[in-house]
């Protein structure tokens, strides 16, 4: 069993910046690559990056080299430095393990970020 509790969404304008923290608890050894997810109103989930236990990133063409997704092992814990916001970021986040993204109840309740413009 594996919760994922979300944290530091925000309003914010654009241009400006937010962090996002993911605290994960449970059976966390099983978990190999963690990813941040958004959804905005009217879409559907998406992939916003991913990190694994070694360090690789990866991003979505939308986000890349605006947002940065950082890991500390030792603390079980998952950030999000998002920078240059703009009105499309807005959506709620949430974070998750990779491998669990499939199964609906693995979602935690995200955090709500609001990009004004």
């Known amino acids: 069993q594996v919760q994922f509790v979300e944290s530091g969404g925000g309003l914010v304008q654009a241009g400006g910046s937010l962090r996002l923290s993911c605290s994960v608890s449970?059976?966390?050894?099983?978990?190999?690559?963690m990813g941040w997810y958004r959804q905005a109103p009217g879409k559907q989930r998406e992939l916003v990056a991913l990190i694994s236990n070694s360090g690789t990133t990866h991003y979505a063409d939308s986000v890349k080299g605006r947002f940065t997704i950082s890991s500390d092992n030792a603390k079980n814990t998952v950030a999000l430095q998002m920078n240059s916001l703009n009105p499309e970021d807005t959506a709620v986040y949430y974070c998750?393990?990779?491998?669990?993204?499939?199964?609906?109840?693995?979602w935690g309740q995200g955090t709500q970020v609001t990009v004004s413009s």
């Open positions: 998750n393990a990779d491998a669990y993204a499939a199964y609906d109840d693995s």
């Open positions: 449970g059976s966390t050894f099983s978990i190999n690559v």
